[in-house]
């Protein structure tokens, strides 16, 4: 079975970039399909970039994108410019079949989630 593993959370100060990482164990990542989401309390969870198996990638903002290292089994989330402020969990999905990358119903395994936070 699929398993992702994620970084552990960490803090960056505004207008730096932050890589997360999700290593995938058990099961072969290059058939799936890597969306990332970010979850703020009180908020749905929203899609904020997507990977697909030819590393073809989709983002909600240009400051943010997906990418994949086929060879090491792992999926990416690069973030540039963070907020001051910023704050949210962040995980990763993976899917064999993702019609809607935003969709989180789309999604058959999911990340743990990282908090990362932006702050002088």
């Known amino acids: 079975q699929l398993q992702l593993e994620q970084a552990g959370g960490r803090w960056v100060q505004p207008g730096q970039s932050l890589r997360l990482s999700c290593t995938a164990s058990?099961?072969?990542?290059?058939?799936?399909?890597v969306g990332w989401f970010r979850q703020v309390p009180g908020k749905e969870r929203e899609g904020v970039a997507y990977a697909d198996v030819t590393s073809y990638g989709l983002s909600a903002e240009e400051r943010c994108y997906a990418f994949r290292d086929f060879a090491n089994n792992t999926a990416y989330l690069q973030m540039n410019n963070l907020h001051f402020g910023e704050t949210a969990a962040y995980c990763c999905?993976?899917?064999?079949?993702?019609?809607?990358?935003?969709?989180?119903?789309?999604?058959?395994?999911w990340g743990r989630g990282t908090q990362d936070t932006a702050s002088s």
């Open positions: 058990g099961v072969s990542l290059d058939t799936y399909r």
């Open positions: 999905a993976a899917g064999k079949s993702v019609a809607d990358w935003r969709n989180t119903a789309t999604y058959d395994y």
